[in-house]
């Protein structure tokens, strides 16, 4: 049986549709949020564009019921210069230690069984020929309502690129 993408003038519902959020600018702040995802979404893919930071902090990925997780991830991210890392405040993007970095690529999210999600990363920096994997996972306290795109640190500040989430 075919599966099929349904959809009308850009109103799309959940029989299996792609829906993309609003892309952001990820010109300032410290962190780029985006709430109120439908409870029925079983997959997000986090888009990076040309994304950097004023400093050299990681990148961290944070899902949210109500209010965002911080605490309770589990996994590891490597990079291929052979920077390793695992994390447990976010999923996180690994980049090169001690250095700023142009990040292109997805994060891809998953609802593996009730609310715990999984993820796997690849991603590669725009500045030099490195790629960055990672995987993980995170319980819930309730179903996911929001994403946080921000860095370890929490200080950093986003100074380029487009951000932006699809759900299905």
């Known amino acids: 049986m075919p599966l099929t993408l349904s959809g009308t003038s850009g109103v799309l519902d959940n029989s299996g549709a792609f829906i993309a959020g609003t892309a952001v600018n990820s010109t300032s702040g410290t962190s780029i949020d985006f709430t109120s995802i439908p409870s029925w979404v079983k997959r997000i893919t986090v888009m990076f564009n040309g994304v950097s930071t004023n400093g050299s902090s990681n990148y961290q990925v ?35 230690p001690g250095t700023s970095s142009t990040l292109f690529g997805p994060l891809f999210l998953t609802l593996l069984t009730g609310n715990t999600w999984v993820a796997a990363v690849c991603t590669s920096r725009g500045d030099v020929a490195q790629s960055m994997t990672g995987a993980g996972s995170v319980a819930l306290s309730g179903t996911l309502d929001r994403v946080r795109i921000t860095t370890v640190n929490g200080t950093d500040t986003f100074d380029a690129g487009t951000i932006n989430i699809l759900w299905e």
């Open 62 to 96: 944070q899902l949210g019921a109500t209010t965002f997780t911080t605490s309770g991830y589990s996994g590891s991210s490597v990079a291929s210069s052979g920077g390793t890392g695992t994390f447990s405040s976010g999923f996180v993007v690994f980049q090169s």
